[in-house]
């Protein structure tokens, strides 16, 4: 399979703009329309969710206050050591969740459907999958809409770095969890360059009838690009995909995750 051509992506404005997806995290003071910004959670709305359950709840995060408190969190920091390094005036990671216009939380939800069936047993891990998997479909209408707009946007998956705080942020009942932030508005400037971060060719991602194995000359190859890409930036951090594996996985992959989920009702069998 070869790239999507030039002329389909242009005869498609919708597959134009998903294509020309790119992390965006520097936003103008420039507001979201109250029109635009329902159009974008509408296009959530519309989205396939299993058995019609539509597992998802999404936070829009107005209040300074906890725009500051999630910051803290993605940075990995109580309030203490935030303001400490403030007064130290440390440059802290993530300054676009106190900066962009929509700051968006979303959540699996079934609260509602336990007020509907008193005895759904909610606590299966299939729940948390089927309950994820619409969290994940929605928010990604919503960027893909919002692209499609002109907006650009971030995902922030920091917010888990302290999850329960993050529940207790946004007051969340038994059987609602935060997942992910969103970060959304109009881009204050081109991107770095234009040419996106490199993704896995479909080679790798897709098999016919059988799973077929990545080679290492694939992942060779696929490093070798993605060693390029950084050059290219001037970057001097995430040299490798296969670094980037390795500081994400090779430890403790956040394991506040699971108990949290389990104080929550979730994954206990």
């Known amino acids: 399979m070869t790239d999507v051509s030039e002329n389909i992506k242009k005869m498609n404005s919708t597959l134009d703009a998903m294509l020309s997806h790119r992390s965006v995290r520097s936003f103008t003071d420039e507001p979201i329309s109250e029109q635009m910004l329902e159009a974008i959670l509408q296009a959530g709305r519309a989205v396939s969710t299993s058995n019609y359950m539509q597992s998802v709840s999404v936070i829009r995060i107005t209040d300074p206050e906890q725009r500051i408190k999630f910051h803290q969190i993605s940075n990995g920091m109580t309030q203490e050591q935030y303001n400490q390094a403030k007064r130290e005036g440390k440059k802290l990671a993530h300054p676009y969740i106190l900066e962009c216009p929509e700051y968006l939380v979303f959540c699996m939800d079934n609260y509602r459907h336990h007020l509907v069936e008193p005895e759904a047993q909610l606590d299966w891990m299939e729940v ?97 690009e993605v060693k390029d890409y950084y050059d290219k930036r001037g970057s001097q951090e995430h040299k490798a995909w296969e670094a980037q594996v390795t500081k994400t996985f090779a430890t403790a992959v956040r394991p506040q995750v699971m108990p949290y989920l389990n104080k929550q009702g979730y994954a206990k069998r």
């Open 128 to 224: 948390v999958i089927i309950s994820a998997v619409d969290v994940g479909l929605y928010a990604q209408n919503v960027m893909a809409a919002a692209e499609s707009l002109g907006l650009g946007g971030v995902y922030i998956g920091s917010m888990r770095n302290d999850i329960e705080r993050a529940g207790e942020v946004i007051n969340a009942p038994k059987h609602v969890v935060p997942l992910f932030g969103m970060c959304l508005g109009h881009p204050s400037d081109a991107p770095v360059n234009a040419t996106q971060k490199p993704r896995f060719p479909l080679s790798m991602l897709v098999s016919e009838n059988q799973y077929t194995p990545a080679t290492q000359q694939q992942i060779d190859a696929f490093n070798k």
